[in-house]
């Protein structure tokens, strides 16, 4: 079990997807994020394996939620910088979005 206190020290952040294209170097099909959590975070990366439900056209101007303060990881020569939320599917991932347009970095509480 975890317990709220573990749960308090993730930072959840609301971004838009400002680009997306294809993670030609990846090992599973997925794609290169440019996600904007306004001033105080700023513009960071993300891989994401979504291509199965999302096109590159329609994930730019959408607005996800993604864990902003896990460290970088490499994922073959790209460095990942926040981790997009999603639930898996059996169609593929679904990423979580709010329901109303909200502010880049609006923390989840």
């Known amino acids: 079990m975890t317990t709220i206190e573990d749960f308090e020290k993730l930072d959840i952040r609301v971004g838009t997807i400002i680009d997306a294209v294809t993670f030609k170097k990846a090992k599973k099909p ?3 994020l440019e996600i904007d959590f ?9 891989s994401a394996q979504i291509t199965n439900l999302y096109t590159i056209d329609e994930l730019k101007g959408k607005q996800i939620l993604a864990v902003v303060n896990f460290p970088p990881r490499q994922i073959a020569d790209f460095m990942s910088e926040v981790l997009v939320l999603g639930t898996y599917s059996k169609d593929g991932v679904i990423l979580i979005t709010p329901d109303k347009l909200a502010e880049n970095g609006d923390k989840l509480g």
């Open 38 to 46: 306004g001033k105080e975070i700023g513009i960071k990366k993300s």
């Open 30 to 32: 997925a794609y290169k």
